[in-house]
């Protein structure tokens, strides 16, 4: 076939030989290809990038999707798991191919609280998870700012981070054990519900992987008691350089904040005009939100020696707040600035880099006057305490000079960020985003390597194809490059009789 | 010594098929099981610090380091690797990353691979690999860190590592408590003290075996570690006193502790939920095996075994769990008499996706082949 021919076949509204399939395992309302209802697929929290997806398709329990799955490995189809498309890489994007969307299998499993761990699908939010566990006295650490839609599926495709994991760890140090069916169908356990395993890390090797190596059908996570006592610090500072230097000497005196959170002038005014408003002062040039748990005593030690050191650097107020409802205020306006930025242009690009602690006041200078050069307006939110950067300007993707300003300034951010020793992302994925990155920081081997990985766990490179892992890297594969697939071929047309329906 | 001359080397016994025995300090050949060898390929001249920025609170080592060299470098500013496998303090870094060995401080700082932020590896057909990186929060690739830490050398040979460290506590003290006082008053107390706030660093049980092999007297003991501020620990201290009779003690203990398995024939982990390790614990403790030296830690939820002087061990004596520990367990084991691991434990890798991996890595089968069990 042509490619025009190719492309006419492909984005045509005809029904997809797959789709009756589909539709006898997961019900007709939960498969989509009729262009119109795939629209709200066509991206994700990445902004700037569409692709249209071919099929939508919606398992309701882990039957159905093993089931889902198991038809498309018969017909050799490609597919992109998605979770609540949250994501800021493009991992979910999906060029007229199959989603395979995770969100309806939203049950928690089990709970086991004199064990501290639970068993949850992949469709459960991560707030939600959160709801639940906090009457007994417990929580899930990773707390992405995005914890109120994205789902723990998700977290584990992506590894997700969030503020708290400056000392509680990312998805990775939380998740005992998974069930995972593999691209082929096959459904594996990986890692351990009850102790402790020998043999290969298999289950550190698929969190993270970004929908590349199989979809999770259940996920155990470790629970952690909720900390005796709660405090959170609010310096602001009239330098970002102060900010950034006092960031440096918290990490180092050696206290373990919970979260240290840096957002600069241009990031507070634009929350502070939003409903968002946290109470911040509008006229400083940095704050750091910093919080600190544990128990009562060592916590008020810490906390005099935190507020001790922001003095000592610059700060011009610390404000310790009262209560629950003034610290879930200061923390409202940190977790929706991204949504607040929606003020200022349609668009918003969200860097990801991370950088070596203590070339913070360094980079942020850098990052600054790069702004300047391209004239564009960066705002900083970020966590500061892992050195995690999240650099993001708002823009008009519609506005071709714009967005070229934008990109040529995000990337030379970039390039300064790897320069500095950085990684290119701290917890938002590679996905589509950062894949022309990876050869700056891994060498031709290493990117092999990660290819052969990903083959181990998806021979027919099926699952999230063309994502992380740039194709031309991958030696095995250079021969057979990976190309759109047409759902309407005489093979899936000549299907077998589609199985019963899983129950 | 290099990346380059050890990448060499490999590719050289893979152009031959020579299979290669890989060891660091050689401190605990005696682990895993046989290794069928011509030719070893030791790092222990292969050591130094390469990057250390104590600002940024991370270590980048040469796999040969020796775990007493990382604590030397890393005191003189205040911070260290909280790391305690058992085992010998000369043994290096990478021996201990390759085999995922930790000990008590694990049940707070996490397992050897959450320290890892970033691997060197040499594979089996001698192409020098990285993964992660060296910054503490790090997404980027497939997580070949996590893959590498625990895969004993049988993927690639683990040549450079960057390491997460911490800061020393600015107080760290020890207590021990006796548990002579029979089964119900040590499974009280240890249900006081697990579900209190108190968050030591390290909390172990030891049976009367292994308490006097590390010197802390006769009874069964438990060792409590607290770290952190002044006022933190003082108030854990205080807060212990209140449901137990703790004595303070020297924190070397916590060194001794690490040559709890010395000489031993045969040395198992059983792992199970940690709900059910105060009762078990207690009934473990209270019977005494004059035999069997028993480390508890039950937070973790983890009985670690070391039995016998000598090779006369009954296989079916490590095979079987205590009586006590119901439902499933995960069971490891670190040391066996040689002919019995084909019976007991062939192998850790027999799945299909493991096997798959070592094929990918290790093509020609050269790297400690049979430590994990062989491909099929």
């Known amino acids: 076939m042509t490619e025009s021919a190719h492309r006419a076949a492909s984005t045509s509204s005809a029904q997809p030989a797959i789709a009756e399939r589909l539709s006898e395992i997961v019900g007709p309302p939960h498969v989509l290809f009729r262009p119109s209802e795939l629209l709200v697929y066509n991206s994700d929290g990445l902004p700037g990038y569409r692709r249209q997806p071919r099929l939508a398709v919606f398992p309701g329990s882990r039957d159905e999707a093993v089931a889902v799955v198991r038809s498309l490995a018969e017909e050799g189809l490609p597919f992109v798991p998605r979770g609540a498309g949250t994501g800021l890489s493009g991992g979910a994007l999906a060029d007229d191919i199959v989603v395979v969307g995770m969100h309806r299998l939203k049950k928690i499993i089990s709970l086991d609280v004199e064990n501290r761990r639970a068993t949850v699908e992949p469709g459960v939010v991560n707030l939600r998870l959160n709801r639940h566990v906090a009457p007994l006295g417990l929580l899930y650490a990773p707390d992405p700012s995005s914890e109120s839609a994205c789902t723990i599926g998700g977290n584990v495709a992506e590894n997700a981070g969030g503020p708290h994991c400056l000392k ?23 890692g351990s519900k009850v102790g402790e395993r020998d043999g290969y890390d298999l289950r550190g090797a698929f969190i993270g992987s970004e929908g590349c190596f199989g979809l999770a059908l259940d996920i155990t996570v470790k629970l952690t008691p909720r900390p005796q006592t709660v405090r959170t610090l609010l310096a602001d500072f009239m330098s970002v350089d102060a900010a ?111 950088i070596p602690r203590t070339k913070l006041p360094e980079i942020l200078a850098t990052i600054h006057s790069i702004s300047e050069k391209y004239g564009v307006l960066v705002c900083n939110v970020f966590h500061a305490g892992d050195g995690n950067l999240h650099p993001n300007i708002a823009y008009s993707a519609d506005d071709p000079a714009e967005s070229e300003r934008v990109h040529k300034a995000m990337t030379e951010i970039m390039r300064a960020c790897i320069a500095a020793g950085g990684s290119i992302t701290g917890e938002h994925g590679v996905g589509l985003d950062k894949m022309g990155y990876m050869e700056s920081i891994f060498s031709e081997s290493s990117l092999n390597a990660m290819c052969e990985l990903r083959t181990v766990f998806d021979p027919e490179r099926r699952s999230n194809p063309g994502k992380v892992v740039p194709i031309h890297a991958c030696k095995e594969w250079q021969a057979v490059p990976a190309g759109r697939v047409d759902l309407s071929t005489p093979r899936a047309l000549q299907a077998e009789p589609p199985r019963p329906v899983a129950q | ?223 409590i570690r607290f770290g952190g501020n002044e006022s933190m620990v003082s108030a854990e201290a205080a807060a212990l006193a209140q449901v137990a009779s703790p004595r303070e003690v020297e924190s070397d203990v916590w060194q001794r502790l690490r040559g709890f398995d010395d000489g031993a024939a045969t040395v198992v982990r059983i792992s199970s939920l940690p709900r059910q390790f105060p009762g078990v614990s207690a009934r473990i403790l209270a019977d005494d095996d004059p035999e069997t030296r028993m480390c508890i830690d039950p937070r ?77």
């Not at chain 1, 000497?249 to 502070?272: K, N, Y």
């Not at chain 2, 997404?139 to 590592?161: K, M, P, Q, Y």
Request: hydrophobic share 40%.
């Open chain 2, 1 to 223: 010594m290099s990346t380059e001359s050890i990448a060499s080397a490999i590719r050289d016994a893979a152009r031959s098929q020579t299979p290669l025995r890989v060891t660091g300090r050689s401190t605990w050949l005696d682990a895993g099981r046989p290794v069928r060898a011509d030719q070893r390929l030791s790092m222990r001249d292969d050591t130094g610090v390469v990057a250390y920025v104590p600002g940024d609170l991370t270590l980048t080592v040469r796999a040969g380091t020796t775990l007493s060299e990382i604590e030397t470098a890393t005191r003189e500013h205040g911070q260290w690797l909280p790391l305690d496998p058992y085992g010998s303090p000369d043994g290096t870094i990478g021996a201990t990353l390759a085999t995922a060995s930790a000990g008590p401080l694990s049940s707070s700082f996490g397992q050897a691979r959450d320290l890892v932020l970033g691997v060197e590896f040499v594979t089996g057909r001698g192409e020098v690999v990285r993964g992660g990186g060296k910054v503490v929060k790090n997404v980027a690739g497939f997580d070949l860190s996590r893959l590498i830490t625990g895969s004993w050398g049988t993927l690639g040979v683990i040549t450079e590592v960057t390491l997460r460290l911490y800061a020393l506590p600015k107080v760290d003290r020890t207590f021990s408590i006796s548990l002579s006082g029979g089964e119900r008053e040590t499974a009280s107390l240890l249900r006081a003290v697990i579900m209190s706030p108190l968050s030591p660093f390290a909390l172990v049980l030891l049976n009367r075996r292994a308490a006097r092999a590390v010197g802390s007297g006769d009874d069964a003991v438990a060792l």
């Open chain 1, 244 to 354: 950034a230097h006092v960031t440096s000497a918290v990490i180092a005196s050696g206290i373990v904040p919970a979260a240290l959170e840096f957002m600069d002038g241009p990031t507070i005014r634009v929350v502070e005009d939003s409903i968002y408003a946290a109470g911040y002062p509008r006229d400083a040039e940095a704050i750091l939100l910093i919080e600190l748990d544990g128990l009562e005593a060592g916590v008020s030690a810490d906390l005099e020696s935190v507020r001790r050191i922001c003095l000592d650097g610059g700060a011009r107020n610390v404000r310790v707040a009262r209560d629950d409802a003034e610290r879930t205020k200061l923390w409202q306006g940190r977790k929706k600035a991204f949504g607040a930025m929606g003020r200022l242009a349609p668009h918003l690009i969200v860097q990801d880099a991370v």
């Open chain 2, 300 to 376: 973790r939820g983890l009985l670690r075994l070391a039995v016998g002087e000598t090779s006369d061990v009954d296989a079916n004596a490590c095979d079987d769990r205590p009586a006590d520990i119901s439902g499933s367990v995960e069971t490891i084991f670190e040391k066996l008499r040689p002919d019995v691991w084909k019976d007991v434990a062939p192998s850790a890798i027999s799945d299909p996706l493991s096997q798959g991996i070592k094929r990918a890595y290790d093509p020609h089968n050269i790297l400690n082949p049979g430590i994990l069990g062989d491909l099929s």
């Open chain 1, 168 to 190: 509680y760890g990312v998805t990775s140090n939380h998740v005992l054990a998974l069930t995972v069916v593999l691209p082929s169908g096959e459904v594996v356990e990986l």
